[in-house]
């Protein structure tokens, strides 16, 4: 298995920084994976969630959001800056003859996935790791003052120990996005994974997103797994339950570009 550095623009002319993971010879399918809140394509749940579902012959890109990691541009566009990001990366691998048959959201990065997939034609499947069912759940970890931001300010956000800024717009865009709207009309398979125990997202949001979703759609219960897949294990068994999934929407084998 190889990867190898895969930077693209997005719809604001950013340049984002991504990484392409591929078995070598015959590919299965391809994918894209959206990272969790703030944390990057370095993450372990990214990382190892994509060399996993790589190892089993779907290639998978993970990347960074505007403003995070190795990506330019500024942080704090909201679902619909992330949603566009998606969308950009998996027009990307378009370009280069790997059309992504599966979108991979982990935690708010699968509320972007949810909301790209339509714009997504060749986009056959959706698994969603954690998700939140609305996108205005993430002001639930931001404290008040977040909430009193006169507009076109930014005000001091601290999110894992790590400190950022965000504005009354990026309240304004979470607080707009109808999700239930768009779950509702994917047209596309659902595959939804989620621990009962989870502390961050809520299992209700695994629930709802279920509920929303018409069929074909699946729920995969994660057992005691943390929200950030910390053990290897978890995100191993991710990896395995997608692969299996996801098999009965891709195409024939191809050799990777």
Known sequence: MASRK???ENAAGRQLSGVLEAR???VRGWAVFAHCFTCGKASLAATR????????GIGVLRFD???LGESDG???GGLSADTQDVVSAARAMQREGMSPQLLVGHSFGGAAVLAAASDVSSVKAVAVIGAPFAADHVLTHLGPSLSDAAPGTRVPVTISGRKFELGADFVRDVCSQDQAARIADLKRALLVLHAPTDEVVSIDSATAIFGAARH???FVSLDDADHLLTRKADSLY???VISAWVSRYLGESSAAP
């Open 6 to 8: 895969f930077d693209f």
């Open 24 to 26: 070598k010879g015959p």
């Open 49 to 56: 969630v994509s060399r996993a579902l790589a190892a089993s």
């Open 65 to 67: 959001f505007t403003g």
């Open 74 to 76: 500024r942080f704090g």
């Open 216 to 218: 074909p759609k699946s």
């Open 238 to 240: 991710v990896s395995a």
